[in-house]
């Protein structure tokens, strides 16, 4: 894959250089390597993607359903047909094991597969009235023109969720993936919906700096949708600024879920679901488990395994394909959670397991002893770091998981379904998994989060709603009596 001609800015159908005087590096974080430079993307690159995104947009709402879907069917070939290249993209720019990166892959395509019903669901439906005479219709009808904002952990499914959903309903995209991200979170499904003959304008991409462009992207008064991926603090931010422009917004925000492991749970299954659900991407996923809150009677054996397993996990190099373990995006990441580590640790936690800190590789840690006001469980990680809480009743444990301002996934291990349901049902979050981990995405399942987690959904009939609008026109077939 020639990383130097998927490094420019997509607008109306070419790549073409941006107009900003800033030249981005990008990089591969395990190595430092630069994978490629981009010329930036000014506020006038963001107009003109917006711009052409507007004047293809009524265009492609014409196209019929059968032909939307044949496009959208040749962009999952194309991705198919280059599965390699598009992990191998993920493992260098992202840090993504190999295991990782082949998921991420294949998620894509499943998002792709699911948005082909879409389509055929833009129609008109016909209502009775209570007038005499009167014919009522309602019309699902796209918004328009969507901005996209994804980030950089699971760039390329963070993406295609809101892409294909947008132009699967007729929708124009201006897309802006995180710069360090930029190539497996914006280009190569450019380069897929290029491939599969998207007319021109329909897609597009910008790459910025925040410094420089500000909230352009957000405040332009050409979309009418803003779907943001991302922390809790930015989404706030991007919510705000789109409710002063009457836009809507799908915002999927940070998460500090909960594992309950409670008492009559299998200790040994809980253990390993905590492992993959808190290490998997080096914790670098919105839907990590942060905490694993867990029955003080079987905290031992719990603690024990859980140590036992993550010993096992290799730590280094994710181009190998053993690798478990990678880096973390950057080093200021690596810094934030050794410093919360740091904190932890003051405030009274034990390190059960010592990790250590090479470049931006974090070796796995264990905190045992922890209290949810500590800083490593007010805080969403985001690193392989696993905080170990006891509790000592199941409404304690309850009150635990919903301690916090978010509500993003969440699990509860139990012996019994009925047990683990009953729990599961009291914790306030938009996502949870009996007798599972937290890292689950269905693509026609509801996904998003409650409180600072976010609005909206993306996934299924969820996501259709939330990428359309729906008009009432209402037919007067026989004269209506007036007053007058």
């Not at 915002?251 to 492991?261: A, F, H, Q, Y």
């Amino acid at each position: 894959m020639n990383y130097a001609e998927l490094s420019k800015q997509y607008i109306n159908g070419a790549w073409v250089e941006g107009h900003s005087n800033t030249v981005y590096q990008d990089v591969n974080p395990y190595n430092q390597e630069v994978l490629a430079q981009i010329r930036l993307a000014d506020k006038s690159d963001i107009d003109a993607a917006y711009v052409a995104a507007s004047k293809a947009q009524p265009a492609w709402a014409k196209v019929p359903a059968a032909e939307k879907r044949a496009i959208i069917q040749k962009a999952m070939d194309w991705l198919a047909a280059n599965q390699d290249a598009c992990i191998q993209l993920l493992i260098a720019e992202t840090g993504s094991t190999f295991p990782k990166a082949q998921v991420e892959v294949m998620a894509t395509i499943g998002t792709l597969a699911h948005s082909l019903s879409f389509p055929d669901k833009m129609a008109t439906t016909t209502h009775a009235s209570f007038l005499p005479g009167k014919e009522n219709t309602v019309v699902h009808l796209p918004l328009g023109v969507v901005g996209v904002v994804s980030p950089w952990n699971f760039p390329l499914v963070l993406s295609a969720r809101s892409v294909a959903a947008a132009i699967a309903t007729g929708n124009a995209v201006v897309l802006k993936p995180d710069s360090q991200s930029l190539m497996s979170g914006g280009s190569i499904l450019v380069a897929a919906f290029a491939a599969a003959g998207l007319p021109a304008g329909v897609l597009n991409m910008v790459v910025a700096d925040l410094n420089e462009v500000g909230d352009a992207f957000i405040e332009h008064p050409i979309p009418r949708l803003i779907s943001f991926t991302g922390s809790t603090r930015a989404g706030q931010h991007v919510g705000r600024v789109a409710s002063e422009h009457m836009k809507k917004t799908i915002l999927e925000l940070g998460g500090n879920n909960v594992m309950i492991v409670l008492g009559d749970a299998d200790v040994n299954q809980a253990a390993s679901a905590a492992a993959f659900g808190r290490f998997l991407h080096q914790g670098q996923i919105c839907l990590s488990v942060n905490r694993m809150v867990v029955d003080r009677k079987i905290y031992p054996e719990f603690v024990r395994l859980l140590k036992a397993k993550v010993q096992m996990m290799k730590v280094g190099n994710p181009a190998e394909p053993d690798t478990f373990i990678g880096p973390l995006i950057n080093h200021t990441q690596a810094k934030k959670v050794q410093a919360l580590i740091e904190q932890s640790v003051k405030e009274g936690a034990t390190i059960e397991l010592q990790g250590k800190i090479e470049g931006n590789l974090v070796y796995p840690y264990i905190l045992t002893n922890v209290t949810q006001d500590m800083a490593v469980a007010k805080n969403e990680i985001f690193g392989p770091v696993a905080p170990v809480l006891a509790f000592d009743s199941e409404q304690q444990a309850i009150d635990i998981a919903n301690s916090t301002p978010f509500g993003l996934s969440g699990s509860v291990f139990s012996g019994s379904i009925d047990h683990g349901l009953a729990v599961a049902n009291q914790i306030h979050t938009g996502m949870i998994h009996v007798n599972d981990q937290s890292v689950n995405e269905e693509p026609h399942m509801p996904f998003g989060g409650e409180k600072c987690s976010g609005s909206g959904r993306f996934g299924g009939d969820w996501v259709f709603e939330e990428f359309t609008t729906v008009k009432w026109i209402s037919i007067q077939r026989e004269p209506r009596g007036f007053p007058f």
